[in-house]
């Protein structure tokens, strides 16, 4: 008869912690032990958390297995953006990235292994979807990433790798391990879920107890035009779209950002900024401006600076809440829609 394979403790949001030391025969504050030693301390193995009882240890490294992800590359920008090449267990990679901007850390991190939406501007789908990545493999995406800067973690978004609402569980399970003060402590606001526009998860977001912010990925409010750049979200049109936005925003108050990547030809005409503009005008929200960032074999050029400026300006006469995204990271392949789970040589 085979001995049943340890499970692995990536898997396990703060509640299945406490529900696993529970299981072992501990009681709950044990699980919080637990969740500081694998996500603030970020120990590689269960002998180095000397404050759990050697007799504990031993039945958790029966039970459960715990391989910290190998980093694979570090890249560093001219603009101090650092982009971090990380493999698992299985060998699957991922790449998430760090932005300092004074004391303050951002960190951009993947939550699946490719992506299966197929953005036309991205470069992530172009591998096609892998897998879902754990809630322990994205914490310890940003636990690492923080540790390299030797700074805390101000923020995190899910804006790296993969569609974080086709893998709900367990990116929300993520968000609750850096949430927790034992965790990485990143205060629930500071933390960002982007998506697509997968309508169910926004709904399941509106009910989350935590106030965590959502960014919807929009880049046109032109049916047409989104369904020929974003054709995996052709089955949720922008008018349900835009419903389920107002009744996130009643249901937590809270304004989402609209993301929209300026791309030359395709969604900066007159026509389709005066389409932005009615959907996203007379209810709270945000349009944050992301001039198109090279991706090869994109066919996709961002406008001119100056068209840019046109364009956010005439957001904001119409009363429209508008920023424009700095560029970090480009030189490294760092910033939107650049991240792949591919190894560079150096010098390629």
Not at 92 to 97: L, N, R
Not at 221 to 237: C, E, G, H, L, Y
Not at 275 to 292: E, K, Q
Request: aromatic share 6%.
């Amino acid at each position: 008869m085979s001995e049943t394979p340890p499970k692995d403790i990536a898997a396990l949001d703060p509640a299945g912690l406490t529900e696993a030391v529970s299981a072992l025969g501990m009681p709950a504050y044990r699980g919080k032990q637990l969740l500081a030693w694998l996500y603030d301390k970020v120990v590689s193995g269960f002998d180095a958390m000397t404050d759990l009882p050697a007799a504990f240890r031993d039945s958790i490294a029966e039970t459960y297995s715990l391989q910290l992800p190998e980093l694979v590359e570090t890249q560093r920008s001219s603009d101090g953006t650092r982009k971090y090449l990380w493999r698992f267990a299985d060998s699957v990679m991922v790449e998430s990235v760090g932005i300092p901007v004074g004391d303050r850390l951002t960190v951009c991190f993947s939550t699946q292994a490719g992506c299966a939406m197929g953005c036309r501007f991205c470069a992530t789908g172009e591998g096609g979807f892998v897998r879902d990545l754990l809630p322990g493999e994205m914490t310890w995406q940003v636990a690492l990433v923080a540790r390299d800067f030797g700074m805390r973690a101000s923020n995190a978004v899910a804006m790296g790798q993969g569609e974080p609402m086709r893998n709900y569980d367990a990116t929300l399970g993520a968000l609750r391990l850096m949430n927790a003060k034992e965790g990485l402590g990143i205060g629930a606001r500071h933390l960002t879920v982007s998506t697509c526009g997968v309508i169910p998860g926004i709904e399941r977001l509106a009910r989350e107890p935590e106030q965590f912010t959502l960014a919807v990925s929009l880049h046109s409010a032109v049916q047409k035009t989104r369904d020929r750049i974003m054709p995996s979200v052709k089955k949720w049109p922008l008018e349900t779209l835009q419903s389920a936005l107002i009744d996130y925003t009643q249901r937590t108050g809270r304004r989402p950002t609209l993301e929209f990547a300026l791309i030359a030809g395709e969604n900066d005409s007159p026509a389709e900024v005066s389409a932005l503009v009615a959907f996203a005008r007379g209810w709270m929200c945000h349009v944050n401006l992301i001039p198109v960032n090279p991706v090869t074999g994109a066919n996709a050029d961002r406008p001119s600076d100056a068209r840019i400026a046109e364009i956010a300006n005439s957001l904001s006469a119409a009363g429209v809440e508008t920023t424009v995204r700095s560029e970090r990271g480009t030189d490294i392949d760092a910033a939107c829609g650049q991240l792949t789970q591919r190894h560079r040589p150096k010098g390629a």
